[in-house]
């Protein structure tokens, strides 16, 4: 496919950084000829100087031969016009990313989606999505929601006291729990597991699986019964981030809101029903103090500042947290963070911009993909056509690769076992894991 990406900031570079190892040819065009240099020196792309709103830079992209136009620089008005030009010179897909929620949610009148953009994304909405689903499942490396939050994928780490230790899934004593659940991969080490009926859990195994929100909270509680839930979460920063993480999650935990500026700090207070709005500096301990920071208290630093949030979590760890996370802007600083275990989870707006992004990409029939921070495959969610190659045939018929599982379908909003015998309708919904090496072949077999 042939992708034009307008803006060379992270969003861009990651993004750019992925599709040339899918083989894509990708133009990027960027008004500051430094961040295209930088972007050309590690990747084998075309880049073009220029602002990415201008007509005449637009066309020398060739956008309109394009399959697919994707706008994310910093300006919300570049990013949207760029892919109004797009649209009207004839590129086939575009996608915006917005940072004010206005454009997501404007009246009918100005719905980008009716203009012509095939995609309009929030980093910070997907960010503070992925941190809730954090929140909600302790214990959990990834949580995120699929098929309107009817199901959830997960993931853990099996440690010394885990009941699934050293055992295969029949041989665990709570077979219910089991099979209320689907296993799709084990990361072992470097190495990527598909799980099978005499798969043995091994001590550290990144252990992945899907199901109901419920069967897998269940699931939970019971595979790590050293973890319990928290009773407070902390959020340090106030900003849109912060505040959108606090509406998701304050009718389901006590919620304290950290926020220096005072304006900010009052504008939240408006937005906000059951969080109480301290006007602090997370960096000071009396502000821990005074938050009531104690031993099942998650804190999250949600600022502006890397740095600072990395400190903020440090010292909330020393004054007792049992759980930190924090947010990451800086690319570079993440594996870093990561080897040091200098917080339990980072976000990284940029990785949910590019999970957006990415589903939208694969094709028209599939409908989300998701890219799992721990473990190299994705999630692709796979519309059956009415007659196609697919219909009819059940699970264990189908040719899949080695690398690839079935892990649920849904058939008329309602949740059902991939088992061998299933025989997969049209309009079923099928979600499937892959290895990046499989995407391709599954599309072969399901489009």
């Not at 620089?73 to 206005?102: F, M, Q, W, Y």
């Not at 989870?345 to 940029?350: A, D, E, L």
């Amino acid at each position: 496919m042939r992708i034009v990406i307008i803006g060379a900031g992270n969003a861009g570079r990651q993004l750019a950084m992925r599709l040339c190892e899918e083989k894509h040819s990708v133009v990027m065009v960027d008004a500051s000829a430094q961040a295209l240099a930088q972007a050309e020196a590690g990747l084998d792309i075309l880049t073009i100087c220029g602002q990415g709103s201008n007509p005449c830079v637009l066309e020398e992209a060739q956008v309109d031969k394009s399959d697919l136009l994707i706008a994310v620089t910093d300006n919300d008005e570049v990013n949207v016009l760029s892919c109004l030009l797009g649209h009207a010179a004839g590129a086939k897909g575009k996608i915006a990313r917005v940072t004010n929620p206005a454009f997501l949610n404007g009246s009918e009148h100005y719905d980008l989606q009716k203009m012509g953009i095939d995609l309009v994304i929030n980093q910070k909405h997907e960010c503070a999505r992925e941190v809730f689903n954090m929140l909600q499942m302790p214990g959990a490396l990834e949580a995120f929601d699929l098929f309107a939050g009817k199901v959830m994928v997960a993931g853990f780490s099996v440690n010394a006291v885990s009941p699934l230790l050293d055992r295969t899934p029949a041989e665990c004593d709570r077979l219910d729990l089991i099979q209320s659940v689907r296993v799709i991969a084990i990361r072992r080490g470097n190495d990527l597991v598909v799980p099978h009926g005499n798969t043995v859990f091994m001590r550290n195994d990144l252990v992945y699986l899907v199901g109901k929100r419920s069967d897998i909270a269940d699931f939970f509680k019971w595979v790590q019964p050293d973890i319990e839930p928290f009773e407070k979460v902390i959020i340090a920063g106030g900003g849109d981030l912060g505040l959108m993480l606090a509406k998701f999650i304050e009718n389901e935990v006590d919620t304290v809101l950290l926020e220096q500026d005072e304006e900010r700090a009052r504008f939240c207070s408006a937005e906000l029903n059951k969080t109480l709005i301290l006007r602090a500096d997370a960096l000071t301990e009396s502000a821990l103090e005074e938050s009531g920071l104690h031993d099942k208290t998650a804190f999250v630093a949600l600022t502006g500042d890397d740095e600072g949030n990395i400190m903020n979590c440090l010292m909330a760890q020393k004054k007792g947290a049992s759980f930190t996370a924090t947010q990451i802007t800086r690319t570079d600083f993440i594996p870093v963070v990561e080897q040091l275990y200098l917080v339990n989870r980072v976000v990284s707006p940029y990785i949910s911009t590019a999970n957006a992004i990415l589903h939208w990409l694969r094709s028209k029939k599939v409908q989300a993909a998701s890219l799992l921070h721990n473990l190299p495959g994705e999630l692709l969610d796979v519309i059956i056509e009415e007659n196609g190659k697919i219909d009819g045939k059940r699970i264990r018929e189908i040719k899949m690769p080695s690398t690839a599982i079935i892990a649920t379908v849904m058939r008329d909003g309602e949740v059902v076992t991939a088992t061998g015998d299933l025989q997969l309708q049209a309009d079923d919904r099928v979600l499937i894991f892959c290895h990046p090496d499989a995407v391709k072949k599954i599309q072969s077999i399901f489009l």
